[in-house]
């Protein structure tokens, strides 16, 4: 199978890593949107930029030209970032075979939209095909998937025949893959978390403890779950890997980008300068407005998420916001 991965940030780069790795002798190329990082990454075949310490397989191509990238490509891996997605879609527009496969990597919402990044794909190449879509979602840091731990993901797709096609070409020994058929679910969940993330950080940041972030996790879950289930999702799948796993990865690993972001908030920073000091992008930072403006549309309480919203805003201080959580009117769970 010959495979094409949009995206040379850190997740673009261990998926082809772990594609070129699992022994399926898949034709794997990269496309890079930075010449220099990409003439870099083909010389060292290392991603000193945003992956640095793991080898690129030889038998990986490496271009920053997107028809050599989509030339003959069957399946098509998205791995930028959300703000992205929609240029780099339509960029490759005219190289894309009619019988291509999408698989969706990203976690978010477009920052002006809204929309899902199913609902982007399918936007974008419509007007010249119906294209076949899948969403892989999950608790996965991409260094850990690099070095291949033991990783369990989600694919979902409204097309069960295609999930269970592409389980059985993506899933190796280390990574496992169920499938799933709700989308709207799966990509809710992993916009969502990011959010309650930078909650997390913050937790951390001033100096909070286990007991703050147990609570955390679990009364982010909940409004997860109100306000994807309002929207048309299954519970269960905010209860399965791409909800309840992914929200437990971001909000205690050390690798998350997101916790990062609420850290340094807890500690006083400016958002302005914790975001221009990141190199690769934190996705709950543009989601959490898009969260607010869909939960108030639906008319689901999201309490952290808004006080999240408040906080990146410079309205309030983490412990302001805390503070504002543990104040609220008391309710049954």
Known sequence: MRIAVLGGGSWGTALTILLSSNRKAHAISLWVHDPRLAESMRRERVNAAYLAGFEIPRGAQITVNAAEALDGAQVIF??????????????????????????SA???????????????????????????????SGPSFAAEVAR?????????????????????????????????????????????????????????????????????????????TRLAVKLGAKPETLGGLAGLGDLVLTCTGSLSRNRYVGV?????????????????????????????????????????TGQVQAILRAERSARDAIRAIMERPLKPE
């Open 264 to 304: 340094e908030l807890g500690k006083g920073r400016p958002l302005a300068e914790i975001l221009a000091g990141m190199r690769m992008v934190a996705e709950g930072v543009g989601t959490t407005d898009a969260l607010v403006d869909l939960a108030r549309a639906a008319n689901v309480e999201m309490p952290i």
């Open 148 to 224: 291949g731990d033991p990783t369990a993901v989600v694919l979902a797709s409204h097309d069960q025949e295609l999930a269970r096609e592409l389980q059985k070409e993506i899933a190796g020994q280390t990574f496992r893959l169920y499938t799933n058929d709700d989308v709207l679910g799966v990509e809710l969940a992993g916009a969502m978390k990011n959010v309650i993330a930078i909650a997390a950080g913050a937790c951390h940041g001033i100096g909070l403890g286990s007991n703050s972030l147990a609570a955390l996790i679990t009364r982010g879950l909940a409004e997860m």
């Open 78 to 103: 998205g791995a930028m970032p959300t703000a992205h997605a929609r240029n780099v879609y339509a960029m490759v527009l005219p190289h894309v075979r009619r019988d291509a496969t999408f698989v």
């Open 106 to 136: 990203t976690k978010g919402l477009e920052p002006k939209t809204h929309q899902r990044m199913s609902e982007i794909i399918t936007q974008c190449f419509s007007p010249k095909f119906s294209p076949r879509i899948a969403v892989l």
